[in-house]
Structure formats: C-alpha cells, structure tokens
C-alpha cells in the first residue's frame, strides 16, 4: 500500500535575526523524507516569510511512511559561505495513517535547534494519500491504532482483547561513533534524535504487523521506552495490549467508555470493525507465531555465557500479615473456571496486559503484585551489518548478523517467565498493570518488571466467546462486582505465601486477604471508605565501587533487601494511614556507582471488603533494652497520627456489628512478632483463632536505634495541607466530582551530596526530605487550586553521576468541588461537571482557531446558562474559563471607555476605519448573547490569535469533557544541548526553558492534528548531564502520550460538527496567518 | 548537600502576581522572599522558606523568560512556549509597562537617550524607585517612542494597538513620547509642584488640539509634532494687545462680565494688561523650538504665579479665564476667532489643571 505524501510549506514567523548586518534572515526551507529532498525558494530579508510553496511530493512505500519523520529544515542564505542552519521540524505522519484519525496536518511548528532551542515557528500543512494495494507480502502495519492509554479508550469499545505484544530494536547509538570526535554536536544529536525517531516509527510498525497476525487493530497501554547503554548501544524496547476495538457511533458515545458493560454492547458492532486491514491480514505472516523472540540463532546461548547475568530471587508481595485460615470452601466452581480460562490464554506465551483499568466484569479476581529484577553486564554491540559511516541503516530483525538483539530479547524473556511463574504460583493465569524498567549506570543494567497476578474473565479472551448468548453461567462467579475482585484467587489450603484471610467484609462468602497490594488503578465499582493518599517508600542504599561482576554481584546482593524495606515501609505506612491496599504500586530502583536508591509509590485506600488494618505495636526486643517509657511515647504518637490520619482521609468504614472494627490493636497477648520474617511467624499462628477476622496489630521491635530511625522517618511524612489530596492513580479514590481546572507540570530536582561519607541513614533522610519537599513545594505553587487534587504524581528517581540525586515528577493537579465530594452518585458528579464546563467553554473555544461558526452557535447556546451559574468556590482556579468571564468584562469596559472616546472626537472617524470596522461587522452579523460577544472581542484584541489551548494530562480523561476523537499517538524525542551554560541562567535555567519548549513543541503537534489536548501524558525519560567547568550542558527528553479532541460534556449534539470544523477550519486559519 | 538544580514547569504557565510586581520592582530573589515571609504567604500551605525560594526562583526564571516577548506585547499572544491565559497576558503587559510616577516626574520632557540612561542612578537614589526598576521603565518609555515614531496614525491608537495596554495607560505613554519628543521643560523648580498627571492631562490636550494630527490625521508623527501652521497663525494674535484699542476694549468686556462676582476683581482689573501680554506673548514665541520647551514654565511665570500672589482661587482663575476668552469674541476687529479659541481651549484647560498648591 504505497502512498503519496504531500507538505506545503506556508510561512515563517518570529525568526532569528541570522545576518548582523541587516539584522534581518533570508530564509529558505528543505522538505526531507526518505532519501528525496525539496527546497523552496529563498524569502530574502524578512524575519516573516511567506513562502507559500508548491505542493512537495514525496511517492513512498507505507513502510517508510511508518518509520521515517518528515524533516523539514530551515536555513539562511548565504551566498557565500556555507547556508547556515537555524532549526528543525521533525513530523511524524503516523497519525495520518489511520482513516479515523486525523487527515491533515497543519500548524504552525516551533523550529527547533538543539543548541539554541525554539527559533521562530513555521506553518507547514501535510498530506497523505493511501493507495489501496494488498500486498500479501507487506511489512508495514498502517491502520493498527496505537494508545498510550492504559484503558480501554473512550469512544472505543473493546471486542476483543488479544493480549502482550512486544518488540525491542537496536542500534549504535551515534554519540558513541567514532564520527562524532569530528562533527559538531549539532550535527550528532541530529544524528540522535533522528535515529530515535527512525527505531521508534521501526518498532511501532512491527509491533502493529503483531497486532494484525493477533487479528487484533489496536494497541493500547503503548509503553516505548529506551536504554541509553552508552557505549553497547542504543536500545528501544515497547509493550503493549492487542486489541480490537470497535468505534462507538457518537450518538450512543456518553460515558460509554469503561462503564459499559459487555453484555449491553451489540456484538453485531464487530463486523463492523473499521479494522479491515486487521481481518484481512492473519496470512500475511502465516509462518510467524505469536511468539515473540525472532528466529533464535545457534550461537545466541553461547553468547548469552558471555555475558553475565544474576536473576534476582523475587519478592512476591501480597498482604505480609501473619497468616494461615483453614479453607473449608475449597472452590471447585473456581478450579473449572481457572481451566476454561486458562485455555484461553496457554496460546499466549506470556498471559500479561499492559493495561490498568478495565471494563467491569473483566477482572473477576486480583492475587498481589509479581515483580522480577535481574542484573545484566552490558556488552557491546558487536554489529558488521553497521559500518561506521553508514550507520543509520537499521537492524534487521531476521538478518543473520543481528544477533545481539536476541539477547536483549532473551534477557526480557527470562524476566517475563519467572513474573507469569510468579503469577501461577498466587494461582492466577493473567497479569495485569504489567510494566517493564532498566537502570543503567556504566556497564551494568538492572531490568525489572512488574505487575498484578490476576484472574480475566475468560469471555474476553477468547475469540467467538463475544457472542453474548453463549456466555457459560455457571463459571460465571456469583460474587458481586465491589468486592469480587478483593476474593482471593488462589487455593487457601495450599497458599503461596503466609497470608491473614477472613471472610469478604462485603459478600461474606468468600476470603480475601488482609492487605492487597496491586499494580493497577483502583476499579470504578470498587467499594472504598474515605479517600485515598500517596503512600511512598524511599530509600537509599551505598555500595562500594566495583567494575564489571564483583559490581553486577553487589548489585545484584542488595536488591532483595531493597525490596524487602520498601516493602516493609509501604505495609508501616499504609497501617499508619488505617488503610488496608495499595493501587497503583511501583517500584523504581536506581543503581549509581555507589548506591543504589529506591522509590516505591502507591495509592493507598481502605477497601471495604478487606478487614480494617490493625494498627502498629511497639515492642522492645529485650524488657530492659530500651526505658519502657520511651517506648509508650512511640507507641502514643504513632496510636495519634493514625487517629489523625482516620479523619483527615475520611476513613469511617460501615460499621459491622460482630466485630470491633475500631479497636486497632489487639491484646498484647497476642501480639505475634513477625517483624522481619515471614517464617518467625509459623510458630505463632495456631494459636491465633483467625476465623473471625481478628486483625492482628503489626508489631515493630525496637531492637536497635536502626529501629528508632525508622519509626522516626514513618512518623516524619507530613500529611497534605488542608485542601490538597494526592494519589498516583487514574482516579482518585473517594473523589470524581471534578471540576473544570487542569495544571499539568513537571519538575525535576537535583541534589548534590557533598558530604562524602555519608551513612545509609543519613542518605535516606536526604532522599525522605527530598521527596517531601517536592511534595511541599507542589502544595504551595498550586495553592491557588484548592480545593484540588495531585493525581497520577509519577516519580522517578536516577543517579546521573557519582554525588547527585535526581528527581523528576510528572503529575496534573485537578480541581474539584469540595461540597459533593461526599455524594458518590454516578450521576451527581457527570452533571456538575457538565455545569463547571459550560461555564468554561467560552474561552478555550474561541481560543482556537478553528472555532467557527459551529462553535459560535453551541457557545451562545450555553452562554446563558454559563452566565448564570455562579463562580463557585474554585474562584482562584488556574484554568483558562473560569477567568474568561471576568476578564472579558475587563476588556469590555476598557473597549467601552475607547469607543465613547473615539466617538466623542471627530477625527477618528477615518483613522480607525480598519479596526472599527471589524468590530461593528461581527457586532452585527452576530446577534450574540453579551458574555459571547464580549468574549469574542477580547480575543480579538490579541491581533486574533491562533495558539491552539491544548490542555495536557497524564490521566486518560479532562474532568468536564468527553474525548470525541484520538488522533494518533504522540511521541517525541529531543535533544538539547548548551556551551553557554551560564549565559542561559544556569542548570535551572538551561532545564526550565527546555521543558518548556518540550510542552511548546507538544502543543503545536497536537493542534496541528486538530486536537486541543493531550492524555495519558507521560514523560519517560530525562536524563540530564552537566560539566559546569566547561559551561556546557545536554539533556535528553522523550514523552509520549494521546492527541485528541475533547469536548464539554454537555454539547454532545454539536460534538461532530465541530470536530469537522475543527480540522478543516484549523488549517484554513492556520493557513490564512 | 546543596540543591543543584530546581525547576517546575506548567503546562500553563503559573505566576504569582505578588512575585511578579517584586520582579518589576526589582527586588533581588533573597529580597522578594523576605518580603513575602512579611506577608505573611508562609502560614498557607505549610510553607518553609526553602519552599518560598524555590518559587521565587522558578517565578523569576520565568519572568525572565517571558521579558523578552513583552517587549513586543503582540508576540506573547501567538508565541508558542509559554501557555499563558489571555486575562495573565493582560496583567502581564499591564504590569511590566506600568511605571512610577515618581521616576516618570524626572525624565518627563527630557531625551531618551543613552546620557539620560547613564543619570538613572542618581535617579533612582532620588526616588528610592530601584535601579533595575528605573531601567524598566526608561527602555519602555523609548521602545514604545521608537515604534510609535515611524507610524501613521493617532498616537494613543498606535500605541494601543502595539503594546496592547489599557486606554489610560496607552494616553499615558502618548503623553510621555509627546514631552519626550517637543522636549518640554518640566525640570525646574518652578514646575516641581506639577504631577506627571498635571503633564499628562496637559499633554492630551496639546496633542488632540494642536498637533497637525488635530486637522489631518493621516500624516507621519501627526500626533507628536505641533501644527507649524497654526503656530504661524499664532502671532496673529499679538493684535490684541498691540492694538492700543483693541486691548482696551478687551479689558473693559472682561471686568463688566467679571464685576460683582469675584472677591478679587480689583487685582484682576489691574492685572489685565500684564496677563493678556503674558498669554499672548506666549502665544506669538511658539514658533521658536526653544519657547516650546519653555511653554509650561512660561505659563507659571506670566500667568499662573501673579495670579497666586493676587490670592485667586481656582474658581476666580475659572472665572477669569472663560471671560477673557468668550470676550474675544464680541471683539469687532479680532478676525482671529478660530485659532484664539484653538489656542486658548488649550491653554484655559492647562491653566487649570496647573493652578493648584
């Protein structure tokens, strides 16, 4: 299916000034795709130009449109010397591949520089027409539509979900060529960033040939990544779910998106699949399985001997209580159940979903979270099919010679056996929420993986089970839909772990655990009390400098006790919090040369299913070893901060009549010391009459002033000021009346350790305060927001060089409204959110551009019922609407001012003919409502501008809207680099304006495509370097994330006539400027 | 241990008002969190000072950022790296070109050039307004001339339209490049008691009456240049106190109009002549760039400070004034109608906007 790939290049505005002379730039633009190369004429002195070029077309095989960017440069004309470089567009014109997605794409782009950054911008439209050509024999995949998305994509429904699909690809990376000693460093990270984006279109392309040979036309929860390995290479690895969704007709769209049920979604949709690329396709590959490692070549184990490798035993976590219940109730219903779905998914070598959230009724059972790490020696790529100077010809996945991928390959196959091993042992066949990391630092590479064992709903899995009809009742679990999921699904007599099981709080029929620890977000039908928090567990680990195994070894020593603390820190935490499971978990460990740190974050919540945590005990080890009233001190402190902690979460679970639910600790005569070890315990339990449920208080023993340090550094997470709530979850437990105010950001904190011999305590301490200061910074800047809440605060956490910490956040902040947050109707909060968006659709719409007169119809619509909802308390919102109205007024009476003066003086009748005028004619043609007509002036007042507002979010929804298209997933790399460090106000400076543009250049792609926001946002890799003595910087950015059109909630009507105008108006306006 | 690096970026852009008017003030970072620990700022949100700081800092890094577009306001509209809501655009541009009185009194009339640059010190000593503070607020005053300097059309318009300020503000800037550039002398001691906003109500009045813009609004510097014409026309006012007659009659139109309803009368009718010459003098020298500077400080002195130690009030002076002018008119042989009533709107509003303590 070859096509034809047309870009106009429209103008230039706000270059830099490229001649001293003149002080003003003649510039000219080359259009490259592939190997073919256009120019357009040169606009001599102008720092504005107008270019408007021909139509460049480039005729290309859909295989190159996948992988190759459109490159479009723009340089000054020197006559003679050499034409200088002033920036670079890279475009990638996969969205343009899909029918439904976006068809054009036009806008005005940042011209970007590695060295200067932004220079000016450039309005580019791009074009592409498809061939319809069934090539049996095709390598590309256009057509599979990819979500970063961890959940089934509103305006989609899912017929069918296929399972993992994973690809890696590997290359030299060119700043470690021999080349780069002579070239200059913007042409290396050219070279970079090019490169990147080459493997990126390469590895998407391939993992959609795997798609389509599933049957399947989508991949969602996306997750691409790269491994920087310095010198063995550049790595770039991606997971993802198959699926096959279908698209909701707009009329039948509302709240469609995880609410639906399977049962009410017509199963005749799936015919209509606009997936025909995907039923055609299964023969295409015919030979190729699913499996997912190439063809292995003889030698790969004998290379795999070389390299060194230590697989981590793994932890497996799940509730750490003392444990052991008699399980009378063996479930036969539930061994028939576990085969029948277990068929379904033995075809999968590896059962796992990168997906965290569900449609209801997908997720019958969650076991705990599986985890595995291993440590690898990096080895170098040793490539033939790369010479040194044709370097970018990319590896071949088949080709003989690329045998080093297979052992990247083999080492994430390794890691992915012993999760679903671990999986099967918590006696689930599935996991869910599954995400894979590294941590580099020189030659050794930790790669994790994680995820939550779980049982599916084998209806899903199975091809020709979605006929409804056929559903098999009797495997189907009675249990009821908040609590089935917390029901354990393993075998109580043979358990896996030691474990405290009572019966379900809820149903009563069946056991859960006492503490759930999982991975995915918190499902929406759920029974929760109280809110939800951020729980994290932070720690720091020294190690001593090594080179090659003796370092792989140390490493590889540390881990499980790593993980074994946070562990402990997050169950201390939690019962501080009187919560009982944690979504949302992950685990980052980041090795540096001498230590090694770790960060888990989840979002801890009190399930009402689970019994209520006990509380924490105190406990010398020896009567005499520590004064028995310090002790009682502790002991009072910690019995306070979880009082305090019950009433600032809300926590006030049903009170249930057989048992004391409020009495947080036991008797000390049943205290069980389990501190510490699992196997300590097995002593103790029979003599617990568990039955009932009785909690059992976690003890902590104070055995030596470690002990003292650590129940000092539990106590010393500050809770959130009055106002604030926080979780790293999609939503946010015990809170959905959103309201309309947004503020995405992204912060990154270094730390320099100057004091070189610091202890382990001293350096977790630092790491602790560093996070909570994050935190506390956070609460301060968006106090404006209050009421509101930091949701889905992503943390991550390197070791850039020998002394320095790093840490960088990602989260949105979202108001909402403090009065109904107790409501927890399901209708209550769509309504007001409909309300809050009314309100605010005013601006961020006629904001666009391409708000035409569609818009202006729906927008006086709304206006009158806009004017009269009150401001409510969010007064001091950071978002754009809720100012709107007050803003306007302000304007209006300035214009008001103007205009009665203009009047009152003869002369300036004529003079300000031009601007007059277009004010009366849109005061006349408009017969709009007054707020409508005012706002329409006060854009206007800014020369009519055209900067899109996209809104950004790394949660999957805008509070307020409705997501009415996906135009194609985003995903950008760039590289910025400085030799005047100091000149551009230092690290902070030189990362502030870099983040930045990185948002800017974001921004423009996404209105390029017709879209005004960006979910599932994430940054995924920073990596920042510095030399201060050489005043030089670089840092390295790649994010990702959905482009999409959303609009308010309430106009669901005018929803496709505007989306039409959106893209179509878009580039005309865009065009026009 | 030390912080290395500390930054936060929005997707929109956050700025605090209060951080931002230290930032225009000039206030160092360390001085603006001091400030803001007065405010009393810490008490919300928890916040230690390592916190206020740290957003102090990331606050002035981004105004930093964003001078650069304000110094061309029609730019932060369709730039694209900063995110920022059209009311905060607004505040933005209202803020940064918002200056001190105070400082504006002392550079008022004089030429924006790099030697009074060089005087901003001692300035800012004098009118403990920041140095960094004054510099702002100089480089506004000859960017914002530089621009409206080669446009055509109404000044207050232009400069509207260019750096997208509120009216009162733009009329403010009109009157600061119509001083700037007729460099009229405010400087003396004589003129120490006028305000810039005496000046600036002054300067509206010049430049919507006696600019060639007043006639003819579509020429270069129309609202900056006085009509030379109409300066011209000027001396043929010198008729009436000239003509022996003619200033007579004037005189005896003026105390019938004026007897019985002033406490002052008998000053007024012995001062006649001096100040009927005084205004018209003044009138006839307009020609001379040298006696355009010295228009308001010859209006003090031949006008404004006789009437003072005569003891007129300002209703006396209002009075007056009306009567002088409207008396012109019954006058048989003054043909001079048009351009005595352009010439005395003028001066009549001045004069009372200056006569005050």
């Given at each position: 299916m070859p096509g034809k790939l047309k870009a106009k290049i429209v103008a230039g505005r706000h270059l830099p000034v490229m001649d001293r002379a003149s002080d003003l730039t003649d510039a000219f633009v080359e259009v490259k795709f592939g190997n073919t190369t256009f120019k357009t004429d040169v606009c001599p002195k102008s720092l504005n130009p107008q270019w408007n070029s021909e139509w460049f077309k480039f005729e290309v095989d859909d295989e190159d449109l996948q992988d190759e960017p459109l490159q479009i440069t723009v340089l000054d004309h020197d006559t003679y010397s050499a034409n200088d470089?002033?920036?670079?567009?890279?475009?990638?014109?996969?969205?343009?591949?899909?029918?439904?997605?976006?068809?054009?794409?036009?806008?005005?782009?940042?011209?970007?520089?590695?060295?200067?950054?932004?220079?000016?911008?450039?309005?580019?439209?791009?074009?592409?027409?498809?061939?319809?050509?069934?090539?049996?024999?095709?390598?590309?995949?256009?057509?599979?539509?990819?979500?970063?998305?961890?959940?089934?994509?509103?305006?989609?429904?899912?017929?069918?979900?296929?399972?993992?699909?994973?690809?890696?690809?590997?290359?030299?990376?060119?700043?470690?060529?021999?080349?780069?000693?002579?070239?200059?460093?913007?042409?290396?990270?050219?070279?970079?960033?090019?490169?990147?984006?080459?493997?990126?279109?390469?590895?998407?392309?391939?993992?959609?040939?795997?798609?389509?040979?599933?049957?399947?036309?989508?991949?969602?929860?996306?997750?691409?990544?790269?491994?920087?390995?310095?010198?063995?290479?550049?790595?770039?690895?991606?997971?993802?779910?198959?699926?096959?969704?279908?698209?909701?007709?707009?009329?039948?769209?509302?709240?469609?998106?995880?609410?639906?049920?399977?049962?009410?979604?017509?199963?005749?949709?799936?015919?209509?699949?606009?997936?025909?690329?995907?039923?055609?396709?299964?023969?295409?590959?015919?030979?190729?399985?699913?499996?997912?490692?190439?063809?292995?070549?003889?030698?790969?184990?004998?290379?795999?001997?070389?390299?060194?490798?230590?697989?981590?035993?793994?932890?497996?976590?799940?509730?750490?209580?003392?444990?052991?219940?008699?399980?009378?109730?063996?479930?036969p219903l539930r061994t028939l159940l576990r085969q029948q779905t277990q068929t379904a998914l033995e075809q999968r070598e590896f059962p796992f979903f990168t997906l965290t959230s569900f449609p209801p009724g997908f997720l019958l059972h969650v076991g705990g979270v599986v985890s595995a790490r291993s440590v690898k020696l990096l080895d170098?790529?040793?490539?033939?099919?790369?010479?040194?100077?044709?370097?970018?010809?990319?590896?071949?996945?088949?080709?003989?010679?690329?045998?080093?991928?297979?052992?990247?390959?083999?080492?994430?196959?390794?890691?992915?056996?012993?999760?679903?091993?671990?999986?099967?042992?918590?006696?689930?066949?599935?996991?869910?929420?599954?995400?894979?990391?590294?941590?580099?630092?020189?030659?050794?590479?930790?790669?994790?993986?994680?995820g939550t064992a779980a049982i599916l709903n084998p209806r899903y899995m199975r091809e020709g089970c979605l006929d409804i009809g056929c559903t098999d009742h009797r495997f189907e679990e009675p249990s009821p839909p908040n609590c089935g999921f917390c029901h354990?699904?393993?075998?109580?007599?043979?358990?896996?772990?030691?474990?405290?099981?009572?019966?379900?709080?809820?149903?009563?029929?069946?056991?859960?655990?006492?503490?759930?620890?999982?991975?995915?977000?918190?499902?929406?039908?759920?029974?929760?009390?109280?809110?939800?928090?951020?729980?994290?567990?932070?720690?720091?680990?020294?190690?001593?400098?090594?080179?090659?195994?003796?370092?792989?070894?140390?490493?590889?020593?540390?881990?499980?006790?790593?993980?074994?603390?946070?562990?402990?820190?997050?169950?201390?935490?939690?019962?501080?919090?009187?919560?009982?499971?944690?979504?949302?978990?992950?685990?980052?460990?980041?090795?540096?040369?001498?230590?090694?740190?770790?960060?888990?974050?989840?979002?801890?919540?009190?399930?009402?299913?689970?019994?209520?945590?006990?509380?924490?005990?105190?406990?010398?080890?020896?009567?005499?070893?520590?004064?028995?009233?310090?002790?009682?001190?502790?002991?009072?402190?910690?019995?306070?901060?979880?009082?305090?902690?019950?009433?600032?979460?809300?926590?006030?679970?049903?009170?249930?009549?057989?048992?004391?639910?409020?009495?947080?600790?036991?008797?000390?005569?049943?205290?069980?010391?389990?501190?510490?070890?699992?196997?300590?315990?097995?002593?103790?339990?029979?003599?617990?009459?568990?039955?009932?449920?009785?909690?059992?208080?976690?003890?902590?023993?104070?055995?030596?002033?470690?002990?003292?340090?650590?129940?000092?550094?539990?106590?010393?997470?500050?809770?959130?000021?009055?106002?604030?709530?926080?979780?790293?979850?999609?939503?946010?437990?015990?809170?959905?009346?959103?309201?309309?105010?947004?503020?995405?950001?992204?912060?990154?904190?270094?730390?320099?350790?100057?004091?070189?011999?610091?202890?382990?305590?001293?350096?977790?301490?630092?790491?602790?305060d560093l996070c909570e200061n994050l935190l506390k910074s956070f609460y301060f800047k968006l106090r404006s927001m209050i009421p509101c809440c930091l949701c889905h605060l992503n943390f991550t956490v390197a070791v850039p060089e020998e002394e320095l910490i790093q840490v960088t956040v990602t989260a949105v902040a979202m108001t909402y409204d403090k009065e109904q947050t107790q409501e927890k109707t399901a209708e209550k909060p769509v309504n007001k959110g409909s309300l809050e968006a009314e309100e605010q659709l005013q601006f961020p719409l006629e904001l666009c551009a391409d708000s035409s007169s569609s818009n202006i119809q729906t927008a006086s619509k709304i206006s009158g019922v806009g004017e009269s909802t009150n401001m409510s308390p969010r007064a001091a919102s950071v978002d754009y609407g809720s100012f709107a109205d007050r803003c306007s007024t302000w304007l209006e009476l300035l214009r008001l001012k103007a205009h009665t003066i203009r009047r009152g003086s003869v002369k300036t009748s004529r003079r300000t003919q031009s601007l007059a005028h277009s004010v009366s004619s849109l005061e006349r043609c408009s017969p709009l409502q007054e707020g409508r007509s005012r706002s329409l002036r006060s854009s206007r007042s800014f020369g009519g501008s055209s900067v899109t507002v996209v809104k950004m979010t790394p949660l999957s929804f805008l509070p307020g809207t409705r997501i009415i298209k996906y135009l194609g997933i985003i995903n950008m790399f760039f590289i910025r680099e400085t030799t005047s460090l100091r000149e551009e106000g230092g690290v902070s400076g030189f990362l502030h304006s870099f983040i930045a543009e990185v948002f800017a250049m974001v921004r423009a792609h996404v209105a390029a495509l017709g879209g005004n926001a960006v979910v599932s946002y994430s940054m995924k890799e920073c990596v920042f370097m510095e030399n201060p003595n050489k005043n030089q910087a670089q840092c390295l950015i790649n994010v990702s994330g959905d482009a999409v059109i959303c609009i308010s909630e309430t106009d669901q009507e005018s929803s496709a006539s505007t989306a039409n105008t959106g893209q179509t108006g878009g580039s005309e306006t865009d065009g026009a400027t | 241990m030390s912080v290395e690096l500390d930054v936060f970026v929005g997707n929109t852009t956050i700025m605090d008002e209060e951080v931002y008017q230290l930032w225009l003030d000039g206030y160092t970072v360390n001085d603006a969190v001091k400030v803001r620990m007065e405010g009393g700022v810490m008490d919300e949100c928890e916040a230690s000072k390592d916190v206020l700081l740290s957003d102090t800092m990331d606050q002035y890094r981004t105004f930093q950022m964003c001078e650069r577009l304000l110094h061309s306001p029609a730019k932060l509209a369709n730039q694209l790296l900063f995110q920022i809501p059209p009311h905060r655009q607004i505040m933005l541009i209202e803020r940064y070109y918002a200056f001190d009185d105070t400082f504006v009194r002392e550079v008022l009339g004089k030429k924006l050039s790099k030697g009074t640059k060089k005087d901003l010190d001692d300035i800012s000593a004098k009118t403990s307004v920041t140095l960094k503070s004054c510099r702002r607020q100089f480089d506004n005053f000859k960017r914002v001339?530089?621009?409206?300097?080669?446009?055509?059309?109404?000044?207050?318009?232009?400069?509207?339209?260019?750096?997208?300020?509120?009216?009162?503000?733009?009329?403010?800037?009109?009157?600061?490049?119509?001083?700037?550039?007729?460099?009229?002398?405010?400087?003396?001691?004589?003129?120490?008691?006028?305000?810039?906003?005496?000046?600036?109500?002054?300067?509206?009045?010049?430049?919507?009456?006696?600019?060639?813009?007043?006639?003819?609004?579509?020429?270069?510097?129309?609202?900056?240049?006085?009509?030379?014409?109409?300066?011209?026309?000027?001396?043929?006012?010198?008729?009436?106190?000239?003509?022996?007659?003619?200033?007579?009659?004037?005189?005896?139109?003026?105390?019938?109009?004026?007897?019985?309803?002033?406490?002052?009368?008998?000053?007024?009718?012995?001062?006649?002549?001096?100040?009927?010459?005084g205004l018209i003098n003044i009138a006839a020298k307009l020609t001379n760039t040298k006696d355009v500077r010295d228009f308001f400080i010859d209006l003090v002195e031949k006008f404004i400070e006789p009437c003072r130690s005569d003891r007129w009030s300002a209703a006396d002076m209002k009075l007056y004034l009306t009567h002088y002018t409207n008396s012109a008119h019954i006058l048989d042989t003054f043909k001079h109608q048009v351009v005595w009533d352009r010439y005395m709107g003028v001066v009549k509003s001045c004069i009372f906007k200056m006569y005050h303590d």
């Open positions: 470089a002033i920036g670079k567009v890279y475009i990638d014109i996969d969205p343009l591949l899909y029918s439904e997605a976006a068809s054009v794409i036009s806008g005005w782009f940042p011209i970007y520089d590695t060295i200067h950054g932004i220079r000016g911008e450039i309005n580019v439209i791009v074009k592409v027409e498809l061939f319809n050509d069934l090539n049996r024999f095709r390598q590309s995949s256009c057509g599979v539509k990819f979500f970063c998305t961890t959940c089934i994509p509103q305006c989609y429904r899912a017929t069918l979900v296929h399972g993992f699909v994973e690809e890696l690809v590997v290359n030299e990376d060119p700043e470690y060529q021999w080349i780069d000693r002579i070239r200059t460093p913007r042409a290396s990270n050219e070279a970079r960033q090019r490169l990147i984006s080459l493997m990126s279109g390469e590895l998407q392309r391939k993992i959609g040939l795997k798609v389509l040979e599933m049957g399947g036309n989508a991949v969602v929860g996306y997750l691409q990544c790269f491994d920087l390995e310095g010198e063995s290479g550049l790595v770039v690895r991606a997971i993802g779910t198959a699926c096959t969704l279908d698209k909701l007709s707009s009329g039948s769209a509302p709240n469609t998106n995880t609410h639906m049920h399977p049962n009410t979604a017509p199963a005749s949709n799936a015919c209509n699949s606009p997936s025909k690329d995907g039923k055609e396709s299964p023969l295409a590959h015919g030979c190729r399985s699913t499996h997912n490692s190439p063809v292995h070549s003889v030698c790969s184990s004998q290379r795999l001997s070389q390299n060194f490798s230590v697989s981590v035993p793994t932890l497996i976590f799940t509730g750490m209580g003392s444990g052991g219940s008699a399980g009378k109730e063996a479930g170098r790529i040793h490539n033939p099919a790369l010479g040194n100077t044709r370097s970018y010809k990319l590896l071949d996945w088949n080709s003989v010679t690329a045998d080093e991928p297979e052992t990247r390959d083999a080492w994430w196959e390794e890691i992915r056996q012993e999760i679903k091993s671990h999986a099967r042992a918590l006696g689930c066949h599935a996991v869910v929420g599954y995400s894979e990391s590294t941590s580099i630092c020189e030659e050794v590479c930790i790669l994790s993986a994680s354990i699904p393993y075998d109580e007599l043979n358990m896996p772990f030691p474990a405290q099981l009572t019966y379900c709080y809820h149903c009563r029929r069946q056991k859960v655990p006492d503490v759930l620890f999982t991975t995915i977000d918190l499902p929406s039908e759920a029974a929760v009390a109280g809110k939800g928090c951020l729980i994290q567990a932070r720690l720091c680990r020294l190690k001593k400098k090594a080179q090659g195994e003796a370092n792989a070894t140390a490493i590889s020593n540390l881990l499980p006790f790593m993980e074994y603390e946070l562990h402990t820190q997050l169950m201390n935490k939690l019962k501080l919090r009187s919560m009982n499971a944690l979504f949302g978990l992950h685990i980052q460990i980041s090795v540096g040369e001498n230590m090694l740190l770790g960060l888990a974050s989840a979002t801890g919540v009190y399930l009402t299913a689970l019994p209520a945590p006990g509380g924490i005990q105190i406990a010398g080890k020896t009567p005499g070893d520590l004064s028995s009233e310090h002790i009682s001190s502790i002991q009072k402190r910690i019995n306070d901060t979880i009082a305090v902690n019950k009433e600032l979460y809300q926590i006030n679970p049903p009170e249930l009549a057989e048992e004391g639910v409020g009495s947080p600790i036991p008797e000390p005569r049943h205290r069980s010391r389990l501190f510490r070890s699992h196997s300590e315990s097995s002593d103790e339990l029979s003599e617990l009459d568990l039955s009932h449920g009785k909690k059992d208080a976690f003890v902590l023993e104070i055995d030596d002033t470690d002990a003292v340090e650590d129940i000092h550094s539990l106590l010393i997470d500050a809770p959130p000021p009055t106002g604030f709530y926080s979780c790293n979850t999609e939503n946010m437990p015990g809170i959905s009346n959103w309201t309309s105010g947004v503020q995405m950001f992204t912060s990154v904190r270094v730390l320099r350790l100057s004091n070189a011999n610091l202890t382990n305590q001293g350096l977790n301490k630092i790491f602790t | 001339f530089k621009v409206v300097e080669e446009l055509k059309g109404p000044l207050v318009e232009n400069i509207r339209q260019h750096f997208l300020l509120s009216d009162k503000l733009a009329r403010d800037y009109a009157a600061i490049v119509f001083f700037a550039n007729n460099r009229f002398e405010t400087g003396k001691r004589k003129l120490q008691y006028l305000s810039f906003q005496d000046f600036a109500f002054c300067a509206g009045q010049l430049i919507s009456n006696w600019t060639v813009g007043a006639v003819d609004n579509m020429v270069e510097d129309m609202d900056v240049d006085l009509d030379k014409e109409f300066l011209q026309e000027l001396k043929e006012l010198k008729i009436l106190i000239t003509d022996k007659d003619l200033l007579d009659q004037h005189k005896s139109l003026v105390c019938t109009a004026l007897r019985g309803k002033t406490k002052v009368f008998i000053e007024m009718e012995g001062s006649f002549k001096n100040l009927s010459r």
